[in-house]
T-cell receptor
Framework: GDSVTQMEGPVTLSEEAFLTINCTYT??????LFWYVQYPGEGLQLLLK???ADDKGSNKGFEATYRKETTSFHLEKGSVQVSDSAVYFC?????????????WGLGTSLAVNP | SAVISQKPSRDICQRGTSLTIQCQVD?????MFWYRQQPGQSLTLIAT?????????ESGFVIDKFPISRPNLTFSTLTVSNMSPEDSSIYLC??????????????FGDGTRLSIL
């Protein structure tokens, strides 16, 4: 079945460091791919999405490119801030069916130190 | 995107009691989802709630433990029944995007943080 594998955390970086959180997936067809962020004590927010191969999603300085050839959707940011400290979830929406059940990665905790 | 309000935001409950969580959306939506997020874990889908029909439960979740109501297109409730410490989690309501395409993201409320003593 469809699955999402996410880089294990926690990840600890200094402010202004480069961030990469790896996400790979297994799915048939062309799923849609999402990154969600969960700040401490809050619910989940959609960070960015990509719906077809070679699409690049971007928001708040974060980017991720839908790579069909490597089945990946890695999250990157060129210069992280303390306020980026959160848990990041990669998720997939299968292309088949209309029930919109998301397949979730396990989440990667990011801590950014000043 | 839809604005989702969940109540209560947190609660501490006694073992054996039940708690009903409310989810209100500012627009009409066909599909609403209830998730559980255990401490330090990812999200697990409990059930999908469509207006006018019974909720569809995922494997490992049953209606007797997690009864769900969906009286209209903007509101749903999840009850956690006969609670035990293992039910201590964050419970999240989400809604799917409009339309019929799988590329529409889900949007989430802020969750209900539940602790069982």
């Amino acid at each position: 079945g469809d699955s999402v594998t996410q880089m294990e955390g926690p990840v600890t970086l200094s402010e202004e460091a480069f961030l990469t959180i790896n996400c790979t997936y297994t799915a048939t067809g062309y799923p849609s791919l999402f990154w969600y962020v969960q700040y401490p004590g809050e619910g989940l927010q959609l960070l960015l999405k990509a719906t077809k191969a070679d699409d690049k999603g971007s928001n708040k300085g974060f980017e991720a490119t839908y790579r069909k050839e490597t089945t990946s959707f890695h999250l990157e940011k060129g210069s992280v801030q303390v306020s980026d400290s959160a848990v990041y979830f990669c998720a997939l929406s299968p292309s088949a069916g209309n029930n919109r059940k998301l397949i979730w990665g396990l989440g990667t905790s990011l801590a950014v130190n000043p | 995107s839809a604005v989702i309000s969940q109540k209560p935001s947190r609660d501490i409950c006694q073992r054996g009691t039940s708690l009903t969580i409310q989810c209100q959306v500012d627009s009409q939506v066909t599909m609403m989802f209830w998730y559980r997020q255990q401490p330090g874990q990812s999200l697990t889908l409990i059930a999908t709630a469509n207006q006018g029909s019974e909720a569809t439960y995922e494997s490992g979740f049953v209606i007797d433990k997690f009864p769900i109501s969906r009286p209209n297109l903007t509101f749903s409730t999840l009850t956690v029944s006969n609670m035990s410490p293992e039910d201590s989690s964050i419970y999240l309501c989400s809604v799917g995007g409009t339309g019929t395409h799988s590329n529409q993201p889900q949007h989430f409320g802020d969750g209900t943080r539940l602790s069982i003593l």
